[in-house]
């Protein structure tokens, strides 16, 4: 059973290594199809936008953004945006107007974010959300507002260390950040004025 169970590791980390391989592939094939499709005009007229995507600050660069972050084999989060920046040899990608749908391990949606942009490490899942972050809860109706939201699938964390505003049935809290696991079910705000009943806050 030892033997058996290591064989087991072993060919799930092969499969995350070609998983992770394929992603990238994925996204960069799609960015220059986009690429392709916006730079050629009809009938041999001048390229559209030549001028636009040669200022834009990424190798590649896409449009109408679908990614799906997964864990063990089991989706956790489903991430869309209107543009997604690339860059070569490397597995950052920057998104902007971004949604992102968290899901529990029944398939069930837990919670949403939406914001004006973030990063996506496309090897680690990991997220960063920036600008006007939102995250509202299904289970218990919480809002949590702030400028930057980390979001760690493979560490099951949630966070934010700088300024957050919660508010939950009519009473809203205000901290220096927060922390959560990946399902929001163990939320701590730090530094709160104001309470929620049974909501764990630190001091």
């Known amino acids: 059973m030892g033997q058996a169970n290591v064989w087991t590791r072993a060919r799930e980390r092969e499969r995350v290594r070609e998983q992770d391989r394929v992603t990238r592939v994925v996204w960069r094939a799609a960015a220059a199809l986009a690429l392709v499709v916006v730079g050629c005009g009809a009938g ?5 936008a030549g001028e636009e995507y040669l200022k834009m600050p ?12 997964t864990k063990d ?7 869309e945006a209107d543009t997604a920046y690339l860059y070569e040899d490397s597995a950052r990608v920057e998104v902007r107007r971004v949604h992102l749908t968290l899901f529990n391990e029944k398939g069930e949606q837990t919670a949403e974010l939406t914001s004006l942009g973030g ?14 972050v939102v995250l509202v809860t299904r289970t218990r109706d919480r809002r949590i507002e702030t400028q930057e939201l980390h979001y760690d699938p493979p560490g099951d964390r949630i966070w934010s260390d700088v300024a957050t505003t919660l508010t939950e049935g ?10 959560s696991d990946g399902q929001l079910r163990n939320l701590q705000v730090r530094q709160p004025t104001g ?6 806050v630190e001091f």
Do not use: S
């Open 44 to 48: 041999g007229q001048d390229p559209i």
């Open 58 to 69: 990424a190798d590649q660069v896409m449009f109408d953004v679908e990614h799906h972050i």
């Open 73 to 79: 084999g089991v989706r956790q989060a489903l991430l």
């Open 119 to 132: 990063v996506l490490n496309t090897r680690t899942q990991a997220m960063v959300a920036r600008g006007n």
């Open 170 to 179: 009519g009473t809203v809290v205000r901290g220096t950040g927060f922390t």
């Open 195 to 200: 309470k929620v009943e049974g909501l764990r």
